[in-house]
């Protein structure tokens, strides 16, 4: 855990917050020195309306643009390879991401292969990344990912049926365009996932060996607001304040991970996502509750904050109690959501975890993980999530 003495730094791009924040993409764009835009969405955002009003927004600055929107769940190799074809083809000189966690990475891909002229799995780690991106721009329609203000990049090797993780400073956005009005476009198994997804990112970078104060003080305020706004906001998907607490504490979330890291869940929803192309938030909302039982012993003073910040009053508990209040209350959230899940249900069998735990003890997430697991460990806690 950190020391008073340890250096950590905190990196943040420019954002702005708010109902309407998508309409000002033209306006940054243009001040970015954006000349053609390559957008890059996928065909739901499209769909929801919301793509429209980004290039709307570029066209009345004048700006012209390229749309590039073959862009699926667990972004590919293959689509980021094409998307920077079609942006040398286009003479495009910014990108303007609209739309999950995909699209974002799918873009933030795009930006690294026409800067610096290689294929993208070659950029694989941390700081492989050496010449910066053309400007881009983000506008999240998902309240989960935050690759809107992260330094992750995630691609997936279908020929390894792996998840790269790309982790660098230079794929920091310039700008992120946060309106909670995108999020209630978002079905609530999609509110789900990506909530479950936020609240991991806030629990994993809480207890991250690369913790620091800063990183904490936005890890517990997105615990707190996901934890008590989520079911709510799947129950009442057009309820637009609602939906503002869900994306801010998504983007405190991602504020903290980007910044302490994550953890074991991550490194093994990766692996899930990359061997069965699983959906990311719902592969992490299966593994929470059994990765905080592993982690628990690592830092109970840590997931005891965790609790509390969850809403649950601890006083007077046995450490055991505080421990198993806290799971119950991971569970309660997953239940009021949908997703008290097993991997059975997106094709996982005793068979598979051998490769699984493999590839996930090789994440570079597992480096930041409070408790260093073995290969059995790992096993064990995918057994447990079957
Ligand atoms: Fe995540």
Redesign the pocket.
Known sequence: MQGEFELRKFVAPEYVFGVGARNLVGRYARNLGGRKVLVVSDPGVVAAGWTGDVTASLEAEGLSFALFTDVSPNPRAEQVMAGAERYQAEKCNAIVAVGG?SPIDCAKGIGIVSSNKKHILLFKGVDQVQLPMPPLICVPTTG???ADVSQFAIITDLVERVKIAIISKSVVPDLALIDPLTLTSMDPFLTACTGL??L??GVEAFVSNASSPMTDLHALEAIRLLSKHLADSIRNPRDVELRVKIMEGSLLAGLA?SNAI?GAA?AM?HSLGGEKDAP??EC?AILLDHVIEFNFPASPERFERIAEAMGIDLRGMTPSAKKNALLEKVREIKRAAGLDLVLNRIGVSRSDLPILSDKALRDPCMMTNPRRPNRRDIEVIYEESL
């Open positions: 966690g989960g990912t935050s997804d936020a991991t990112h991970f994550l991550h929803a990311h938030g992490n």
